[in-house]
């Protein structure tokens, strides 16, 4: 099964990886970052649209985000995600409804040519039918490390803790660590790619190991407005293998 990545293997993301062997979470959150700010960390204000679509065998998922960003200062911000999700599966009937919710706080201690932000992640275990969420609530503590390597070239490196608390008893203990590089480079005429791998190493649960690579391509058609598609594919240990995509439009805010 797929996990989202913006827990570190989608985000989602992007995300953007939480979730147990019984649930099926939207596909994560794109990780590009706003365009216009002084920093290539800062943080910002906007509102975000997007389809994460994720098909593993004969199972399919698709989930509607609206995603809400905001940042008071440029180096302290807050995230809340509110999906609807749509399963398919062959076990069950398809269903539809309120997925679990998700919420991230992240925080820049340094701003420089090497910078580092904090956070967390937080599942909320909110969804309307234990088939649409992870039927557990989840929290990832992460650290971020950014070198800006000239305009419109930035790597990053992020390492996560999850772990599962609560939720519902039957369902199995998420604990693993995560580690994720990704990279930004900006092209001519507003267009962007990113290319953002994930390897989570689960310490509980039915699974190993997984790894995650997205290929994220964006176009600015605005100062204000962006659109980005999001490919992608996800490998887990046991075998098996998931297709990722994800499309969205985000709007700045001032």
């Given amino acids: 099964m797929f996990f989202p990545r913006w827990w570190g293997g989608a985000a989602v993301a992007g995300a953007l990886t939480i979730g147990n062997a019984a649930a099926a979470p939207p596909v994560p959150q794109p990780v590009s970052d706003p365009r216009h700010a002084k920093h290539p960390t800062d943080l910002a204000s906007f509102i975000e649209l997007r389809d994460d679509y994720a098909k593993s065998g004969r199972s399919i998922t698709s989930s509607l985000v609206l995603r809400g960003d905001y940042a008071p200062v440029p180096w302290v911000g807050f995230r809340l995600e509110l999906p609807l999700t749509y ?48 039927s557990k609530n989840v929290l990832g503590p992460f650290a971020t490390v950014s070198w800006d390597l000239g305009p419109g ?102």
């Fill in 153 to 254: 070239v930035w790597v990053r490196a992020q390492i996560q803790e999850i772990a599962s608390f609560g939720g519902d008893p039957k369902q199995a203990t998420v604990s693993a660590t995560s580690v994720r590089p990704y990279a930004l480079v900006a092209l001519p005429e507003g267009f962007w790619f990113v290319l953002d791998q994930t390897l989570r190493l689960d310490h509980k649960g039915p699974r190993d190991l997984a790894y995650t690579a997205i290929l994220e391509g964006g176009k600015e058609l605005s100062k204000d407005v962006s659109v980005y598609v999001d490919p992608g594919v996800e490998l887990d240990s046991p075998w098996a293998l998931t297709w990722l995509m994800t499309g969205g439009v985000r709007w700045m805010m001032p």
């Fill in 87 to 134: 399963v398919d599966k062959p076990t069950t009937r398809p269903t539809m409804g309120l997925g679990d919710v998700y919420a991230r706080a992240t925080v820049r201690l340094v701003a420089s040519d090497v910078s580092l932000l904090v956070g967390s992640d937080c599942l909320l275990d909110s969804a309307s039918a234990k088939t649409l969420g992870g």
